[in-house]
């Protein structure tokens, strides 16, 4: 497990209770709780630059590469796609559904860890 | 025509939906997220490694189509998506227990893991939850008898 792991997986838990705290408390998606999620899709485009940068360099990625970058590519959209379906109805529920993207963000990248190493 | 009272008239342009939303918006991303898993992992081993263990890999590939068809049929208004909701949740719940116990009464037949081995032990035994979660609230939003 590598810093970005770890990155990925303290923002995605703070997202997470930040989210589902605010939808327990019967919350609105707000700016907290996107900015909250959008922190989280910050780090993995940061993950993102930076696996560029490893492959470059010329580090080799231990497992399938594709397989590698087919969960980046669904972990970037992932937290995206969340904000969308939570817009389109802003009641507590979608609370719930932007704590879900932390905890799914970190457990992608735990399996990109495992396939990258 | 059913007239609809005057403080409530965005309800008009609402189609008789009531699974997607409140709740139903989590289970939908669930089942969205097992979605994509199941294809992503059904069409991994598929094109790597289908020799090793066809059938499994074949039942991978079929809890994936019946995730994506829960998810749409979920997410879309109307009797007949409720329907094809239903149908595709109670596969899934046959799916996870059939396969479920197969794995563990029979784990020679199944050495490679499917999204269903185990209950679902290796998803945090979400995969036997859903269908579960999935029934109840198809029983909240079913449509009124005609």
């Known amino acids: ?117 | 025509m059913r007239r609809l009272p005057a403080t409530a008239p965005d309800q008009r342009a609402r189609p008789a939906n009531t699974r997607a939303t409140g709740p139903g918006r989590l289970l939908i991303v669930v089942y969205a997220v097992f979605a994509i898993a199941a294809t992503a992992r059904a069409g991994f081993q598929i094109a790597t490694k289908f020799s090793d263990a066809p059938l499994a890999y074949l039942l991978s590939a079929f809890a994936a189509v019946v995730y994506i068809v829960a998810t749409v049929s979920l997410a879309r208004p109307g009797t007949r998506a409720f329907r094809v909701s239903l149908a595709a949740v109670l596969v899934e719940l046959a799916g996870v227990l059939v396969i479920g116990a197969l794995s563990i009464a029979d784990a020679q037949a199944f050495p490679h893991d499917t999204v269903w081995s185990g209950f679902g032990r290796g998803y945090g035994y979400v995969p036997l939850l859903l269908p579960v979660l999935g029934l109840l609230w198809l029983r909240r939003t079913r449509p009124a008898a005609e």
């Open chain 1, 1 to 117: 497990m590598d810093g970005y792991f770890f990155a990925v997986l303290i923002v995605g838990l703070i997202s997470t209770v930040i989210c589902a705290g605010a939808a327990v408390l019967k919350k609105n998606p707000n700016d907290i709780t996107i900015l909250s999620v959008a922190a989280v899709e910050l780090t993995l485009a940061v993950y993102l630059i930076g696996s560029v940068i490893r492959v470059i360099a010329g580090e080799h990625i231990a497992g399938e590469p594709w397989e590698f970058w087919g969960y980046m590519a669904t972990a970037l959209i992932i937290p995206v796609g969340a904000v969308y379906w939570a817009l389109l109805e802003r009641t507590r529920w979608s609370n719930f559904v932007l704590a879900a993207v932390g905890v799914i963000a970190l457990v992608m990248a735990a399996r990109m860890n495992q396939i990258w190493y």
